[in-house]
């Protein structure tokens, strides 16, 4: 997947933008949870989410690569499309991002901060991808998948921050949206000769990649329909399906409810703000923390990246609903 040498190297990329986030052992999640709870806090970067790193590390090789790129273009929920974004506008390289109409006003109104062109097209995100594909040949500009090597590469930097100071977590859970953070979770954790079973998450609503371990390949799903739109993939990425299949341990289903427990209880017990894919971690961990009892775990606070009006209605008690 990568060497030792490759994940140190582009480290100093990501250190030029983005600082080493956190890593906390919370009191009251230890009390309600009865284990050490660790949170990767990767709502601390520039841009909330852990998706900043492989951006960064993407657009550095293309600009490098290929210094007369006319721009790019990607399709994104949210905060992919952001990690470019503030990469591009580092490098001077233009930006152009499909988003599915509907779509979280908040992270459009990030993206276009950002200095974005947004394209609003399609019912969800495999249909955006598809139109961003035909943009980036109608227009001479270069299509960014949304999983790549690179961008496993990059995010893993948050794996190896998290393991170089924690070094003896029994799990860590993380969320699936394509795959870049639990594959670069699993590939940092080989390199480090470590032992920690990782867990990966998906909505029961968005549950495409489990689907697909079970049938051994890519099953896609018709809808994927959860709040927690970090996660809501209908199609799997092969190449990420395989490192999960040979790297985790399990992949656990979360339901939406249980989501908009999660963020109350890290808004309670942390006074963090996590969108939906990003306390779906914390929330497979507390369906799973009978077996855990004692042990020492992790979750990958992914993004704080939720739209307001959701925000106010999970700490009102409710669960957000999408068609």
Known sequence: M????????????????????????????RARAGLEVVVKH????????????????????LKRERPHLNGIVTATRGNHGQSLAFAGARAGLPVSI?????????????????????????RDFDEAK??????AADHGLQFVPSFHRDFVVGVATYAYELFTAFDDLDTVYVPIG??????????????????????GVVAQS???YR??????????????????????????????????RRGAERVVEVIDDEI???????????HNAAEGAGASALAALIKERERLRGRKAAVILTGQNIDRPWMAAVLAGETPRVA
């Open 2 to 29: 990568f060497t030792l040498a490759e994940l140190e190297s582009v480290l100093a990329i990501v250190r030029a933008s983005v600082a080493p986030t956190p890593q906390y052992a919370w009191p009251l999640l």
């Open 42 to 61: 990767e709502n601390h970067t520039p841009i909330g989410a852990f998706k900043v790193r492989g951006g960064l590390v993407h657009v550095e090789r």
């Open 98 to 122: 499909v988003v599915p109409r509907g779509n979280s006003r908040d992270k459009n109104a990030a993206m276009r901060a950002l200095g974005a062109e947004l394209i609003e097209y399609g």
């Open 130 to 135: 598809e139109h961003a594909a035909t943009v």
């Open 178 to 199: 394509l795959g870049s953070g639990i594959c670069g979770l699993i590939g940092t954790r080989d390199l480090l000769g470590l032992r920690t079973a990782i867990v």
């Open 206 to 208: 968005a549950n495409a």
């Open 211 to 244: 689907l697909s371990l079970a049938a051994g390949g890519v099953v896609a799903t018709n809808s994927a329909s959860t709040f927690a739109d970090g996660m809501a993939v209908r199609v799997p990425d092969a190449g990420a399906l395989e490192i999960i």
């Open 260 to 270: 908009a427990e999660a963020i109350r209880i890290l808004f309670t017990d942390t």
